[in-house]
């Protein structure tokens, strides 16, 4: 079993940043790919970003290219995903999920790809 419990999370103003952690535990060395997703209200949930676990490569939906940077501590056993450059549009409760199956990042965003989740955090953008 893995957990993961992400952390970071609050209200900004557009054009602001914030950095969210994902802390995994439990049986750390099964994991290959961690990736990132978010829920708007009312809306499906959808990926954001992905990062192998060593570090090898990375994904990024479009939306947030060049304004999210997702990176990996393996000591702490703890993904991040630094946002900047913030929008309304943005707000959403953000996961953090690992792939106990696949070790590429690339092309990674389907939610059926990830075997375990966290809980979720909150990011609220006002305008």
């Known amino acids: 079993q893995v957990q993961l419990v992400e952390s970071g999370g609050g209200l900004v103003q557009a054009g602001g940043s914030l950095r969210l952690s994902c802390a995994a535990s439990g049986r750390t060395f099964s994991i290959y790919t961690v990736g990132w997703f978010r829920q708007a209200p009312g809306k499906e949930r959808e990926f954001v970003a992905a990062?192998?676990?060593?570090?090898?490569?990375?994904y990024y939906a479009d939306s947030v290219k060049d304004r999210f940077t997702i990176s990996r501590d393996n000591a702490k056993n703890t993904v991040y995903l630094q946002m900047n450059s913030l929008k309304p549009e943005d707000t959403a409760v953000y996961y953090c999920a690992a792939s106990i199956r696949y070790r590429s990042a690339s092309g990674l965003h389907g939610l059926y790809e990830y075997d375990y989740w966290g809980q979720g955090t909150q990011v609220t953008v006002s305008s």
């Open positions: 990062i192998s676990w060593s570090g090898a490569n990375t």
